[in-house]
Every structure is written in structure tokens, then in C-alpha cells.
């Protein structure tokens, strides 16, 4: 999703003479053009993060709308309480993108994945998450950055297609009498989308956007279907998983079966592929089938 990003943002850039591009000296084969087009508006600030937000928030402070790139852990465990304190608690019109969100990073083991990103940087004061799921995520996440002009974490990950979806608890899949009801988060909805295509009757949503609120459309599939399985590429502990409970305890909608199939950390002490995380932690395509095929 980098490239979609780039690419989108160079259309944006060309319209307005208010945005910055910070990066920490990352995105090499997706920032080249960006680069070239805005100048002295393009800063690398090396790798030096805890900086690079002092700075984005300076440069905020003075009108322009500051996006800062670098790879998930790096861009939020990092430079948390610069995060919080120079962007959030000033309510500054800074965008936190953070490429390979989940297990993105693959072999390149923990020091590289961003699996509690959300929990921490969620948890600031004014700031929105997007998750895109789809190319086109992408796109509606800048264009409500630069229309709110707020502190936003923009979570990139692996998604190749494009499909339209409202930013927040969207609808992907809606049935009449649903069996189970299916919310995924961000890109993981693609091993959804393929886990349930063999199966009638199965409402899928989708969340790109934190906070969200709980949907007319939720509460009606969740009223017939009574069965709520909740995945995504983050662990449990401050999750979407968590939240979502708590908002359907808050409404009062009661539930015969709530299921949640997130990220387990590295219980076998072994690193791999995104495919291969996704796998060990049961987030699969097979594994979400095979329990699916059980609730039904």
C-alpha cells in the first residue's frame, strides 16, 4: 500500500502547497517522485524519530499539514510520548504512517513488526487510526486526514485490490438471515474474504477506522445471527476485539458464541513470512474456514 500512498499524496501535493513529507530515512522505491516534486517541502530526518516529530509538530504548529514516514514499530513504539505530547495534546494536523503494519515485515522478526501498535497509539489523546484494507483505503484515509486536520496514525499493510468501503465499521458482505457474522480488521479480511467464499449466509465487516461506533447494519446481522468472530493482525490485549465487546456490552446486544482470533506474539520462537505469522497465530485462511464451517 506505500505506493498507493505515495501516489495519491503526489496528487495531493500538486494541489496543495500546505503539505510536508517527513520520513525517517525510509521509503526508498516509493518516495523517489514525491522527493523530486516538493523540494524543500520533502525533509529526510534520518534516522532520528524522536526528532522527526518535534519537528512535524513544529511545522504544524505553523499551518502545514505534516505527514511523517517510516517503517510501524519504528514510527509509533519509538516516539510514543513525542507522539502524545508534541502532536496529540496540541491537537496538531499531524498523519503518523507507519508501512507494514501487523507481521508486514516478515522475517525481519520483532524488532520490525507492529502487533500492539494500535493499543498504544490508540489510546492518545485525539488521535484517529486508519487501517485500510483496500487500495482505496488508502485514498479515503488522506483525504480525511487532510479535511479533519487532527493527529491520525495511517497503518499501511498488504492489499493489492480495490473495493469501496465507508471509513469505520463498514459492510463488505451483507445477507438477509446471516449464521455468523465476521468483523476483520484491515488487510486481514483478505484471508476472510477467501476463508468464507465457499459459504452462504455470512456477513462481513470490515474496521479501517479507530474509533468507530457500533452500526445499524452490525446490530441487525448480530441480532439474527447471534455469532460474533472477531480477526485481526494485532494482539488481543487493547484490541478491536476488546473494544468491540465492550461497545456491544455498553448497547446491550447479547451474544450465544463471541470468538476472537488475533495475534499470539511468537510462541515457538521462530520468525517467518507474514503468511507464515498469520498461519502459527491461526489467522489463516484454512483456520478461519475450518471454524466457520463449525459455528454454521
Known sequence: MRKEFSKYLLEKVKKQDDIVLLTGDLGFNALEEIREYLGYRFINCGVAEQNMIGVA?????????VFCYSIAPFVTFRVLEQIKIDCCLHNLPVCIVGNGGGY???????THHAIEDLASICSLPNMTAYIPAFN??????????????????LRLGYNFNDRRVNLGLGVLEKFKRPKVTIIALGPIVQNVIDAVGTFDDIDVFIINKIPFEITKELKNSLALSKKL?????????????????????????????????ASEGYQNYKYGSQKYHQRVNGLDTNNISKLVQEWI
Request: hydrophobic share 40%; charged share 25%; aromatic share 8%.
Open 229 to 261: 468472530l472477531v480477526v485481526e493482525e494485532h494482539v488481543r490485549k487493547g484490541g478491536v476485539a476488546e473494544y468491540i465487546a465492550l461497545k456491544l456490552l455498553e448497547e446491550g446486544i447479547a451474544l450465544a458464541k463471541f470468538k476472537s482470533l
Open 57 to 65: 509538530a513544529g511545522l504544524a504548529s505553523k499551518g502545514y499539514k
Open 104 to 110: 508486514g515485515y516478515g522475517i525481519m522478526g520483532p
Open 136 to 153: 482505496n483505503d488508502v485514498c479515503n484515509a488522506i483525504d480525511s486526514f487532510l479535511e479533519h486536520k487532527s493527529p491520525s496514525y
